[in-house]
């Protein structure tokens, strides 16, 4: 097979500059030299850890279709879908159902931890393997007894899957629909403090520390709880931790209006946390960003904000706004391929992804100054939803490469 | 909000919060209030500022009080009222709300009066009410309850008309309450002096001095100076939810006592939204006492609800009976 060359420019985690990538055999073989003039970047081709598609079946497998589609438009190549689907990911059928094609992002199943995501009875890990899947969660739905995620971490173990977990202690949820904070006061809504989140949490790193079973925490959303992922990483417990984009953006502030796109779980909390969360992604705590790509039905939304589905839309937001944190200075480029690609394949478990020779030439290139605004005649989701309606965005997908081919 | 409940002329589409209004916005409803309560005392109770006029009161929620100053303030405005009070369970979905609000908009309804159980609930209905139309606050879960609060503010500048000379206390329930989170504002907006809360902590928002207020968990101290004393309704299922031990405990700390009220300034006026619970949070001896301006409160809401309607509906310069 031919040698091919992929331009386009990046600066790696020892500071040197690079012009591209030479691919053979869908391989990468060598870096090219930087060169002056390309302003494109080249990243590798994006993981999204967390994608809450809904109905499978219907006209939800269609929806999901024009999703993924969708996807690959916005450059996305892979994405993970939580087990919170209609049916859940509990059993190999409902993960086969799954639309996979040409033309799509590769969606890659999330296993239920417990049948339904009820708490209480541990998923036929298993065969869940048996049917591709490499890890397995709760998505949002908490696991009460903790003698019940004991037992389920002790045998996701055993089946070497890692577990995701959305740490809270539904006690504290309960019934909650914003950050318990002065917005939440002002607008008289259902607080759920941060305690949910950090005595969850405690729980969860307590039960790891027992089992010793791989854990990746889902959508970090305080301060606190950055740090106590930090000294437990410090303490060299298995786990990894990440958080999504509207957290990374937006904070409870922009609530005031009640505007229920920005319904979400867990809930957008202050500016301190936001800042947080940001210094964790660049500092190494946090492993990845996700998009948490809710897409709903329009009617999901159409209620007064505590009767408002929770989740947003974020497919068509979530690339740009990361390449916005190495704008703004925030994360190198280096550390941005790490959250977005790297870290993501490797705890999904897909094969090592990269811009290093002897990897699988999985590109993207990126125009970091095409400006454009962010409404629905603009984005590639046709979701109704979006939690940044009318914002100017920087940066468009140019192209994507799986191992070497263009599929964009 | 604002935006949405503000013409661009910074006069009133709608009325659904408080926060954010202009001070002399809320001085104008005063004034137009007091300019109207002068109908009530004629042979003929009516104005013609809203004939032709149709409001509906949509009530999710049940209450006969609330609905029927309402109905009575649109009338003496010569407004047709109809009134509707929806059975909804907590299952009810958004879309079959909206149904209902285009259903009654089809009928050329001027105005909804309405008040529902979700906080947020009277915004979401202003935006997505047709051109023309307007929505009143009539209460909205935890969130607000604006005409309350400012024929709560009629009663107190009836008495004490130099609100930058008051100190006012709020008591009991405040997290679970609109009323409060209302007052709050339309105190903080008239130049109140200081505006305390007196609660235990689990009866509190997160940060409640972020609403521009102080804070305090001892009756008698909250008490000392206080030109008025507002007293906030303590519903009995919150001994239930863990936010307070059972008997006479909160009586005992937090009900307003003859004793308690000498605490306060000897004009003190003391006042409570109603429905009271006699010897739950308030001494009948005081509810019935001199001090007491509960039921002025009940006949100032009248003329307040017809100012804030009229204001909304038939244009300031026509406001005047």
Redesign the interface.
């Known amino acids: 097979m031919s040698r091919t060359m992929i331009e386009g420019q990046w600066i790696d985690a020892q500071g040197q500059g690079w012009g591209g990538v030479a691919v053979e055999d869908g391989r990468i073989t060598d870096l090219l030299p930087a060169r002056d003039g390309n302003p494109h970047w080249l990243l590798p081709a994006p993981v999204d850890l967390a994608w809450h598609p809904g109905a499978l079946e219907g006209q939800g497998a269609d929806t999901l279709r024009a999703e993924l589609t969708a996807a690959i438009r916005c450059g996305v190549a892979d994405v993970a879908v939580e087990p919170d689907t209609r049916p859940v990911l509990d059993d190999p059928a409902a993960v086969a159902l799954l639309p996979r094609g040409a033309g799509m992002a590769r969606a890659h199943p999330i296993g239920a931890l417990s049948e339904q995501l009820e708490g209480q009875a541990l998923s036929r890990m298993a065969s869940l393997k048996e049917a591709g899947v490499r890890c397995v969660g709760m998505a949002l739905a908490p696991v009460r007894d903790s003698n019940v995620l004991r037992r389920a971490l002790q045998y996701a173990r055993s089946m070497d899957l890692t577990v995701m977990l959305h740490p809270q202690d539904a006690s504290l949820t309960h019934g909650g629909v914003a950050h318990a904070g002065k917005v939440a006061t002002r607008l008289g809504l259902k607080g759920i403090p941060v305690a949910a989140e950090t005595a969850g949490l405690a729980r969860d790193l307590a039960l790891v520390a027992d089992t010793g079973c791989r854990v990746h925490f889902c959508r970090i959303s305080s301060a606190r709880a950055v740090e106590m992922i930090a000294q437990a990483k410090a303490d060299g417990l298995p786990i990894t931790a990440d958080a999504a984009i509207a957290h990374l953006f937006l904070t409870d502030h922009d609530l005031m209006g009640f505007n229920p796109n920005l319904h979400l779980r867990p809930p957008l909390r202050d500016q301190s946390d936001r800042d947080a969360l940001r210094q964790g992604l660049a500092d190494g705590t946090l492993d990845a960003i996700v998009s948490q790509h809710t897409p709903l039905g329009r009617g999901a939304k159409t209620a007064p904000f505590p009767m408002s589905t929770p989740g947003a839309a974020t497919l068509d937001a979530w690339l740009p706004l990361c390449a916005k944190l190495v704008q703004e200075g925030i994360l190198t480029q280096a550390r941005l391929h790490a959250l977005i690609a790297e870290n993501p394949a490797r705890i999904l478990g897909l094969e090592p992804r990269g811009l290093k020779p002897g990897q699988q030439a999985d590109c993207l290139l990126f125009d970091p100054r095409a400006e454009w605004l962010h409404e629905p005649e603009h984005c590639h989701s046709h979701a109704g939803n979006p939690a940044f309606h009318q914002w100017p965005m920087t940066g468009r997908v140019r192209q994507l490469w799986l191992a070497g081919q263009a599929v964009l | 909000?604002n935006d949405?409940q503000l013409n661009p002329d910074g006069s009133l589409r709608h009325f659904l919060s408080i926060?954010g209004l202009k001070p002399a916005l809320l001085e104008q409803i005063i004034e137009t209030a007091a300019s109207l309560e002068q109908v009530a005392k004629r042979a003929v109770k009516k104005v013609p500022v809203l004939r032709g006029k149709t409001v509906m009161n949509l009530f999710f929620e049940p209450s006969t009080r609330t609905r029927t100053t309402f109905e009575i303030a649109a009338q003496r405005l010569s407004a047709d009222v109809i009134n509707l009070d929806v059975q909804t369970s907590s299952t009810t979905?958004?879309?079959s709300?909206?149904d209902t609000l285009k259903t009654l908009e089809a009928m050329h309804a001027d105005m909804f009066v309405i008040r529902?159980h979700?906080?947020?609930?009277a915004?979401?209905f202003a935006r997505h009410a047709a051109p023309g139309v307007s929505v009143l606050n009539a209460g909205?879960?935890?969130?607000?309850h604006p005409t309350q609060a400012m024929l709560d503010m009629f009663t107190i500048w009836k008495h004490k008309p130099r609100f930058d000379r008051l100190k006012v206390a709020i008591v009991g329930d405040i997290l679970h309450s609109?009323v409060a989170?209302s007052q709050i504002h339309a105190l903080n907006l008239l130049g109140a002096m200081e505006v305390r809360l007196i609660a235990p902590q689990t009866l509190l928002?997160?940060?409640?001095e972020?609403?521009g207020v102080h804070v305090y968990h001892n009756m008698e101290e909250g008490l000392r100076d206080c030109d008025v004393v507002i007293m906030l309704r303590l519903q009995k299922e919150r001994m239930q939810g863990a936010h307070l031990p059972g008997g006479d405990e909160y009586f005992r700390c937090y009900g307003l006592t003859e004793a308690r009220l000498q605490h306060a300034r000897p004009d003190c006026i003391v006042m409570h939204p109603g429905p009271m619970n006699r010897g739950v949070e308030i001494a009948s001896s005081v509810a019935d006492g001199p001090q007491s301006v509960i039921l002025e409160q009940v006949s100032n809401g009248l003329a307040v609800r017809m100012a804030i309607m009229a204001m909304v509906l038939g244009g300031q310069h026509e406001v005047r009976p």
């Open positions: 909000m949405l926060e979905k958004g879309e709300l909206l529902h979700e906080s947020g609930a915004t979401f909205d879960g935890w969130h607000a609109r989170r928002p997160e940060q409640p972020s609403l």
